[in-house]
C-alpha cells in the first residue's frame, strides 16, 4: 500500500465529507453513545458543507491505493480543527504522518501554540504525540451533551 500526503483539492470535498461521518459512526463506538454520535454526525456531509466548514484552514489528506486514508486540518489561529482517518486506517501510523505533516505546517506559519478539541478516543492520540490536558469540557452538538477534551500543544523552536 502506497501512502501520500498532500494539501486537499475541490474535488476532495465530498469524500471528506463521507469519510468524518465513518470515522465517527465506526470509529468512536464504544467511547460515546448512540445518541452522541448521531448528533455529532448525522448525516455524511456534502462537498458545499465541507468547503464552507473548512474555508481559510489548512487542510492536509492522507490518501492510499483506496482512496482517501484521512485528513487533519489548521486554522490560522492555530487550532487542529478536524482530524479523521477512515476507519480501516485506525491505527496504522497514517493518522502520525497526517499528524507530522500538519505540525510542520504550523511551524512554516510560525505558529507556537496548538489547540484542539479532542474526542475521548483521539484524546490517547494527542497524549501520545506530546499534547498535555486543558481541561475535559461539555459540548453540545446539535443539543445533544457530551464531552471532548481541550489540548494544547506547544511548539519548540527548530
Partial sequence: MTDRIRLAHCGDMAGLGRLWH??????????????????????????????????????????????????????????????????????DGMAARLHAAILAEARQRDLSTLTVQASHIARKFFEKHGWTLVQTQTV??????????????HLSEG
Fill in 140 to 153: 453540545r452538538p446539535n443539543g445533544v451533551e457530551m464531552q471532548n477534551h481541550l489540548m494544547v500543544l
Fill in 22 to 91: 465513518d470515522a465517527v459512526h465506526t470509529g468512536a463506538v464504544g467511547a460515546y453513545d448512540a445518541s452522541q454520535l448521531q448528533a455529532w454526525s448525522p448525516s455524511p456531509k456534502s462537498a458545499a458543507f465541507m468547503t464552507e466548514r473548512l474555508s481559510g484552514q489548512i487542510i492536509l489528506v492522507g490518501e492510499d491505493d483506496e482512496g482517501l486514508a484521512g485528513f487533519f486540518t489548521l486554522t490560522p489561529e492555530g487550532e487542529l480543527d478536524m482530524a479523521y482517518v477512515r476507519p480501516d486506517r485506525k491505527g
